[in-house]
């Protein structure tokens, strides 16, 4: 940790987490401890995003009168990358899955979660929009209670799928901002920690930029170049936030699919 060997960290966090899991109630305190540290670390990121406009307006104006207009130029292409990316996977792939293994339209899903993905749009948090999505995909979308319960409260925890494309995104702007070409094991790496990084983004807005950190030092780019994004981030947020979103709703429909589908077997006191 001290030479910003940060992958080493989070491989040896997946390890200490799987032996916590298999120990079960041996470990129970860490456990807590554990989780009482994640609480308070996120608290404290709370604190950082009160402030973080004032910084962020900081940043824009030393960039309006430091930077050349191809500055600008490259964040605009970066955000039509961001945006296309973001859309083909909301509007595409998801959809797609969701045909291939429940058989309901785009159409029919769009309808019932429209609700969940303006409220997502609007407050640029999973957490939040966690209340309405549960309504959406039980109400709108026929989810079984118990297993809506368990899958959307699952995948706004650990579901960031638009998270860790925007990520990895990040990752490979800034390798070209600066000058550093990233070779195949380095690209893999960035794709791999980004997903691993998006899982522990908590659901609050702007929290990418937090585990973006992570992804950066993954493969020795300078994690200062992160401001370069500050400016921009907020609006790319509420996109991906209803693509983490969706993802929630989509696999919620696809669990309880799977679920109704499987044979029951017969009591043979019957």
């Known amino acids: 940790f001290a030479q910003n060997n940060v992958l080493a960290v989070v491989v040896f966090a997946l390890i200490v987490g799987i032996a916590l899991v298999m120990g079960g109630e041996r470990y129970r305190q860490i456990h807590q401890l554990l989780q009482e540290f994640l609480e308070l670390n996120m608290r404290i990121v709370g604190w950082v995003m009160v402030i973080a406009p004032l910084g962020i307006m900081a940043l824009l104006i030393k960039l309006t009168a430091t930077q050349d207009l191809a ?3 490259t ?17 595409l792939v998801l959809p797609l899955l969701l045909y291939l293994f429940t058989g309901m339209t785009p159409l029919t899903f769009f309808r019932g979660s429209r609700e969940a993905l303006i409220t997502a749009l609007a407050t640029s948090s999973s957490a939040a929009t966690l209340p309405v999505t549960l309504r959406c995909v039980e109400q709108n979308l026929g989810v079984k209670r118990d297993v ?19 990520e990895a995104a990040a990752a490979l702007f800034i390798a070209n901002l600066v000058g550093i070409e990233l070779n195949l094991i380095q690209q893999i790496v960035v794709f791999l920690t980004a997903m691993i990084a998006a899982m522990g983004a908590p659901g609050i807005p702007s929290a990418g930029m937090v585990t973006m950190v992570m992804v950066l030092q ?9 401001a370069i994004l500050l400016p ?22 696809i669990v309880d699919k799977l679920v109704n589908d499987e044979p029951v077997n017969p009591d043979p006191a019957a």
Not at 218 to 226: M, N, R, S
Not at 235 to 245: I, P, S, W, Y
């Open 71 to 73: 500055m600008f130029a």
């Open 75 to 91: 964040l605009g292409k970066f955000i039509a990358i961001v945006l296309g990316t973001t859309m083909l996977h909301g509007l």
């Open 148 to 166: 809506a319960g368990f899958v959307a409260p699952l995948g706004a925890t650990i579901n960031m799928d638009g998270t860790a494309l925007y």
């Open 218 to 226: 993954a493969v020795g780019l300078p994690a200062e170049a992160i």
């Open 232 to 253: 921009i981030d907020r609006a790319l947020d509420t996109f991906r936030t209803a693509v983490n979103v969706e993802g929630d709703m989509v696999g919620s429909l």
